[in-house]
């Protein structure tokens, strides 16, 4: 079946550095991914959706100049947290949509960030 | 406003009892999820209800959608143990010309044995 991969799953970083997470699809072309933040014991938040070859769509009320998003190609969405503060520290899941497999979306298994 | 909303939040039960998390949403949704998260794991898909009527089943849990009632529900059957989770649904729909995933709040399961 397919699969998205992220990497890392667990980053510590300290403040005021960034770091990049990876998500890629493993064995499907993904135009379209999707990267969410969660809080504990919360629900899962849309950031952005990540689209191949265009610039990324931002939700309401995140900041696009703190969480770059990069997809450079169909297997490959790149987010990264700039200047990140100890309030970033969160678990970051992506997911990717498979066209061919009638859009069914596939999620990658999360990265923790926490940030010192 | 676009809202999945869950009930209960919080459900504890004993082994073998019988039980029913409700998910109702706002809009009209062509396709409505379930998935299952345990601690510090993403999520894992359960089911995925493409029309009204539709009913799935996997083992001890049955999940159906009524798009009339905008109504979901992921019932329980003889709860065991293994099935503590956060169950979450999610509705796909169209948002500003986008195909996007609105998650409900999460029901966070508690079986006793």
């Known amino acids: 079946g397919a699969v998205v991969s992220q990497h890392p799953s667990r980053v510590i970083c300290k403040s005021g550095t960034s770091v990049k997470i990876e998500c890629r699809s493993l064995d499907f072309q993904a135009t379209t991914m999707f990267w969410y933040r969660q809080f504990p014991k919360q629900s899962l938040m849309l950031m952005a959706t990540s689209n191949e070859g265009s610039k990324a769509t931002y939700e309401q009320g995140v900041e696009k100049d703190k969480f770059l998003i990069n997809h450079a190609s169909l297997t490959l969405s790149t987010l990264t947290v700039t200047s990140a503060h100890p309030e970033d520290s969160s678990f970051y899941i992506c997911s990717a949509r498979a066209p061919r497999q009638g859009n069914t979306i596939y999620f990658g298994e999360g990265s923790w960030l926490t940030v010192v | 406003e676009l809202k999945v909303e869950q009930n209960p939040l919080f459900l504890s039960m004993q082994e073998g009892k019988n039980y029913t998390i409700y998910c109702n949403y706002s809009?009209?949704?062509?396709?409505l999820y379930w998935y299952r998260q345990d601690p510090g794991k993403s999520l894992e898909s359960l089911f995925v209800l493409l029309s009204n009527g539709a009913v799935k089943q996997e083992g001890r849990l049955m999940a159906s959608l009524d798009t009339k009632a905008r109504l979901s529900t992921l019932h329980i059957t003889a709860a065991v143990h293994d099935l503590s989770a956060t169950y979450f649904c999610?509705?796909?729909?169209?948002?500003?010309?986008?195909?996007?995933?609105?998650f409900g709040q999460g029901t966070r399961l508690t079986i006793n044995p």
């Open positions: 999610a509705e796909s729909t169209l948002i500003q010309g986008a195909q996007k995933l609105v």
């Open positions: 809009t009209t949704s062509d396709r």
